[in-house]
T-cell receptor, first 113, second 111 residues
Framework: GAVVSQHPSRVICKSGTSVKIECRSL??????MFWYRQFPKQSLMLMAT?????????EQGVEKDKFLINHASLTLSTLTVTSAHPEDSSFYIC?????????FGPGTRLTVL | KNEVEQSPQNLTAQEGEFITINCSYS?????LHWLQQHPGGGIVSLFM???GKKKHGRLIATINIQEKHSSLHITASHPRDSAVYIC?????????????FGKGTHLIIQP
């Protein structure tokens, strides 16, 4: 089946630094990628929808200047958490939409000290 | 916005038991997904369905569009089935919408 990778799988950073997370579709082209966030013991929540070559669409309550999304190619989307703070510590998951299905990446666990 | 409710929240069963997890949603959807999340957090897509029934190995997923309800069944459950099972729906209306997720069902299968 289709594969989506994320890098890094785990990152620990100091408060105030920026962290970039990559999401790649390995064997298919994804015109749309989604970024989700999951806080402990809570359900996944959609943060933003990323379309190749255009600006991302952010869900209500998600700061677009803090969570920068770039979808420069059909196989790569990046999420940059700028000036990260401890409250940004979470599990970030991307998914890539193929022709009809969504395929999920393995996730990135971000810990901000 | 769609409301997705799963039941039960937690389920502990003995190896070999037949397992049923339920999912209800509030408005029309384009498709429903059943996902499996392991302790490390990684997610595996089990099924995507928009009508009827699908079967893969010991897993069966059904959906009733009229009743806005889906079930995930596991036959001959095994400890390796222990995970969080998440129901997620894509909203109807076209477009590449992100999913709305249920809170998940934490399943433990004891040997």
């Amino acid at each position: 089946g289709a594969v989506v990778s994320q890098h890094p799988s785990r990152v620990i950073c100091k408060s105030g630094t920026s962290v970039k997370i990559e999401c790649r579709s390995l064997d298919f082209q994804a015109t749309t990628m989604f970024w989700y966030r999951q806080f402990p013991k809570q359900s996944l929540m959609l943060m933003a929808t990323s379309n190749e070559g255009s600006k991302a669409t952010y869900e209500q309550g998600v700061e677009k200047d803090k969570f920068l999304i770039n979808h420069a190619s059909l196989t790569l989307s990046t999420l940059t958490v700028t000036s990260a703070h401890p409250e940004d510590s979470s599990f970030y998951i991307c998914s890539a939409r193929g022709r009809s299905e969504q395929f999920f990446g393995p996730g990135t666990r971000l810990t901000v000290l | 916005k769609n409301e997705v409710e799963q039941s039960p929240q937690n389920l502990t069963a003995q190896e070999g038991e037949f397992i049923t997890i339920n999912c209800s949603y509030s408005v029309g959807i384009s498709a429903l997904h059943w996902l499996q999340q392991h302790p490390g957090g990684g997610i595996v897509s089990l099924f995507m369905l928009s009508s009827g029934k699908k079967k893969h190995g010991r897993l069966i997923a059904t959906i009733n569009i009229q009743e806005k309800h889906s079930s995930l069944h596991i036959t001959a459950s095994h400890p390796r089935d222990s995970a969080v099972y998440i129901c997620a729906v894509g909203n109807s209306g076209g477009g590449a919408d992100g999913l709305t997720f249920g809170k998940g069902t934490h399943l433990i299968i004891q040997p």
